[in-house]
């Protein structure tokens, strides 16, 4: 949270190649960036920032498919809130004035290299360090 918002994601690695991992979530298989070098079977923590989601059509990595809670109107930005899996997204786009009527489901889509996964551990979880 340092950094911003970001949406996170508990998983297990299924599989890990070229520096990326397949990460078993609640929202289906999901792959992104494996900085650490988590092997398979490791629990992990996948985290994606609200702007690397966009809204998709069709086939595309890491597709999670979502229902529409509200939007936030923040100034150049719009706050997607969105269910999916169990949990509550966000997702972020520009402003760019009306936005579509929806019947609340949405597909949205997020590139590898736009999200990774890391070791589960406090910092990882709260983003701040716990009194000793």
Do not use: W, Y
């Not at 949406?7 to 298989?29: I, S, Y």
């Not at 998709?56 to 109107?73: F, M, S």
């Amino acid at each position: 949270s340092f950094v911003g918002e970001v949406n996170t994601l508990p998983g297990r690695v299924e599989a890990v190649a070229d520096g990326h991992v397949r990460v078993a979530t609640a929202l289906g298989p999901l792959t992104c960036r494996n900085p650490k070098g988590l092997a398979t079977g490791a629990d992990c923590l996948l985290f994606v920032r609200p702007e690397a989601l966009v809204p998709v059509v069709g086939p595309a990595p890491n597709r999670i498919e979502a229902r529409l809670l509200r939007r936030d109107l923040e100034g150049p930005f719009v706050t997607f809130h969105l269910q999916a899996g169990g949990m509550t997204l966000a997702m972020q786009q520009p402003n760019r004035g009306a936005t579509e009527a929806t019947d609340g489901a949405i597909s949205l889509a997020f590139d590898p290299s736009a999200a990774l996964a890391l070791p589960p551990g406090p910092l990882a979880r709260t983003g701040r360090e716990e009194a000793a």
